[in-house]
């Protein structure tokens, strides 16, 4: 299986429209991949609060029907990183998964909203809906940045089947060992891939980490890029997933 993730620079000198104009041409190059992934709120900006409700989409609106098109015409399955959703009076960190057929497999709002120095969670409501889906590469469960660390989420996600682990992130790079810490324990753990995407660059005086990463579930970095933009590229054997589980069960042997 061949997964692309799109670690992507954030520049405070381009629009919404900019960064989707600059993403599509990345998407181009990846025509021949399973599934491509994208970081966290990457059109308006993590850090750009000040847009988040001036940006904000229904999940029927532009953002989302833009990367269903996409994902079908390239013939990819995309997770196309999050967005801020409106629903009514109400705002969420909100990501969403498409086929390759162009259709919507399944939607996360972010349940961890984070708020040490940022104000994601006095403007977002938090999500109360654990997301895994059944694709055709096996059960995937959804899930965004903060929430790396909470290993409570990942192991109910592997309570409802989980062997792969997508994760949207606007990581910061003065917290960037956390995050390299984090994606092993949770592929160890869990045993399962985790799929990383993080944004790079300085966006609003804040510097995010890169270091987009591949984990199998023996807990090995397969791939990892550095905190430039770039696109990681790698291949996945799905069949690892059941072999680790089956030569070292430690799944089963769970009393809690």
């Known amino acids: 299986m061949k997964v692309a993730a799109i670690q992507l620079e954030i520049k405070d000198n381009e ?8 993403v599509d041409a990345m998407l181009e190059q990846l025509k021949d991949y399973d599934l491509v992934i994208l970081p966290e709120i990457w059109a308006t900006g993590y850090f750009s609060f000040d847009k988040y409700v001036e940006e904000a989409e229904e999940l029927d609106g532009s953002f989302v029907q833009h990367y269903m098109k996409k ?64 694709t055709k590469f096996g059960k995937i469960g959804l899930s965004t940045c903060y929430d790396m660390r909470f290993p409570e989420l990942y192991r109910k996600q592997v309570d409802l089947g989980a062997e792969i682990f997508l994760v949207t992130a606007a990581w910061p790079h ?23 995407c993080n944004c790079v660059g300085d966006h609003r005086g804040s510097f995010f980490g890169g270091h987009s990463q591949v984990v199998d579930p023996w807990g090995t970095v397969l791939a990892k890029v550095g905190d430039s933009e770039t696109i990681l590229k790698t291949e996945i054997d799905l069949s690892v ?6 030569r070292f069960p430690n799944l089963k042997h769970r009393v809690l």
Request: proline share 0%; with cysteine; aromatic share 10%.
């Open 15 to 22: 629009s919404k429209q900019q960064r989707m104009h600059h």
């Open 71 to 134: 994902a079908k015409e390239l013939n990819l399955m995309l997770f196309a990183g999050s967005f801020v959703e409106r629903e009514g009076n109400q705002f969420f960190n909100t990501s969403v998964l498409f086929s390759n057929e162009g259709e919507i497999l399944d939607t996360y709002r972010k349940i961890h909203l984070f708020r040490y120095g940022s104000k994601e969670g006095e403007i977002l409501t938090r999500g109360d809906k654990i997301s895994v889906v059944d």
């Open 174 to 196: 003065r917290r960037i060992i956390h995050w390299d810490t984090l994606n092993v324990a949770r592929a160890l753990e869990n045993q399962c891939y985790v799929i990383s």
């Open 241 to 246: 997933i059941e072999e680790t589980r089956e």
